[in-house]
């Protein structure tokens, strides 16, 4: 059976809403071969459909229909880490392993930039799938059916601290409520904090992180659907964090932290629970450089 490994992401980093997006050390695993008929299993308490309506099956079988062959069936083991409607990429996870899966099986026919364009026209927008399948921090455009990416790879010592609400906010819902026109300036405010975010990342300059992930274009928009969000940016900020935004859609709001600040965890654990937010889940994680891999079995 193939084993496929693919890590979580996180989209936007504040200005760069629908372009950038990065992966990180939190993992779902989907085991699949060829079958006749469909068989899906959970591998763990996280409810998925198990018919064809299941997003693993869907991508898989797209990959297929793009290769002109016919898909008997599979049998499809999730293990589902990533938490699922937290702007954390659990469903672009599903689309790559799919995707990834179909096309181990058939042989590799398509190349890295064809999975590349069939996951984001398949997600809508490339900034979750294609980080989770290459990795690192990804900027890309979805032009003409094609997507137009920059992979690079991150500082493996910088902390991502997710900090994750325990409601789910539906990517849908989170898009409908963004206005269709935004003023000149906010466009420009946008554009020129994306451009620093990448360049402070990769240049090492964290300093300009928090003025990079400054946002006129959804941010203002989605926090007020995430209860006490600015109490908890405010907090992140306190305790020395570089930089704190809303990862992709929401609600689960993302904090880069220096790898020095060994207690920031334990101290955003007790602003959380002060703030009545108990049930709120924070995992502290690094970048993935590596995206998606298909694991060797033992
Ligand atoms: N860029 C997308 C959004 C990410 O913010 O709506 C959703 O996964």
């Known amino acids: 059976m193939l084993n496929i490994r693919i890590p979580a992401t996180s989209a936007n980093l504040g200005a760069g809403f629908d372009a950038l997006g990065l992966a990180v050390s939190h993992y779902n695993y989907v085991r699949m071969e060829e079958a006749d008929g469909l068989t899906i299993r959970s591998c763990d308490e996280t409810a998925i459909p198990t018919d064809e309506s299941n997003l693993v099956y869907i991508s898989?079988?797209?990959?297929?229909?793009q290769c002109g062959k016919t898909l008997s069936g599979l049998v499809i083991e999730q293990e589902n880490n990533i938490p699922m409607t937290r702007g954390l990429g659990s469903s672009s996870a599903c689309i790559i392993a799919g995707m990834v899966g179909a096309n181990m099986l058939l042989g590799q026919p398509m190349g890295i930039d064809d999975l590349v364009d069939l996951?984001?026209?398949v997600e809508g927008h490339p900034d979750n799938t294609t980080p989770a399948l290459l990795g690192g921090i990804v900027t890309s455009v979805l032009s003409g059916g094609r997507v137009h990416w920059v992979k690079q790879e991150v500082d493996e010592h910088l902390r991502f601290v997710a900090l994750i609400p325990d409601f789910e906010m539906k990517t849908s819902e989170a898009r409908a409520c963004l206005p269709h026109l935004v003023p000149h300036r906010d466009a420009v405010y946008n554009l020129?904090?994306?451009a620093?975010?990448?360049a402070s990342l990769?240049?090492?300059?964290?300093?300009?992180l928090r003025a990079a992930v400054g946002d006129r274009l959804h941010?203002?928009?989605?926090?007020?659907?995430i209860v006490k969000s600015q109490e908890v940016f405010d907090a992140a900020y306190a305790h020395g964090a570089y930089a704190v935004y809303v990862s992709g859609?929401?609600?689960t709001l993302m904090a880069i932290v220096s790898g020095e600040i060994t207690d920031f965890v334990p101290c955003m654990r007790h602003e959380l629970d002060m703030l009545g937010l108990t049930a709120w889940e924070?995992?502290?994680l690094s970048i993935d450089n590596r995206g998606t891999e298909v694991i060797p079995d033992d």
């Open 60 to 65: 898989a079988q797209t990959v297929y229909l």
């Open 119 to 121: 996951a984001a026209t």
């Open 192 to 194: 020129s904090r994306a």
């Open 196 to 198: 620093l975010f990448s």
């Open 202 to 208: 990769l240049s090492g300059k964290y300093e300009n």
């Open 219 to 225: 941010q203002p928009y989605r926090m007020p659907m």
């Open 249 to 251: 859609a929401g609600p």
């Open 282 to 284: 924070i995992l502290d």
